[in-house]
């Protein structure tokens, strides 16, 4: 985090349009962030986001979280955005519970098989390691 107001102010302050938004809200974050995507892609200059979202596990697997009251994650529990998301669909979008558990089960299963094609993808060839990297070198290096 930064000192002061944020992140988006902190863009403010350098001359960067900044919105500053509820990641948990997910057609929010769809809505905003494909605005400003169109604002940038028509000329609009560099656009900065900052999604908000409340991380509801420590910040590994051995840090159980003992500084954060239990009841605080509880009630962060209930704004988590697939669960939040997933009571909008089925409230306002109509949808049955079994519709979403299928998409879900098929959204799964294109998941795996992607993690599957990409574990057993060949390693790339070493040579190509650098190629499409921009490399200026080292600015305060005096030319030989």
Not at 7 to 14: F, K, S, V
Not at 30 to 39: F, N, S, T, W
Not at 106 to 125: H, S
Request: proline share 6%; aromatic share 4%.
């Amino acid at each position: 985090m930064t000192a002061g107001e944020g992140p988006a102010a902190r863009a403010r302050g350098l001359g960067i349009a900044a919105t500053d938004i509820d990641g948990n809200d997910v057609g929010e974050v769809d809505q905003v962030a494909g605005r400003l995507l169109r604002e940038v892609r028509d000329g609009g200059g560099p656009r900065f986001l900052h999604v908000r979202t409340y991380r509801l596990t420590g910040h590994t697997a051995a840090d159980l979280a003992p500084y954060r009251p239990r009841e605080e994650v509880e009630e962060r529990l209930q704004q988590e955005p697939i669960g939040r998301l997933r009571q909008r669909l089925l409230v306002e979008g109509g949808l049955a519970d079994a519709a979403l558990d299928e998409e879900a089960r098929v959204i799964r299963a294109a998941v795996a098989a992607a993690y599957a094609d990409a574990r057993d993808a060949p390693w790339p060839d070493p040579v190509r390691a650098f190629e499409d990297v921009q490399d200026i070198g080292d600015p305060r290096r005096e030319a030989y």
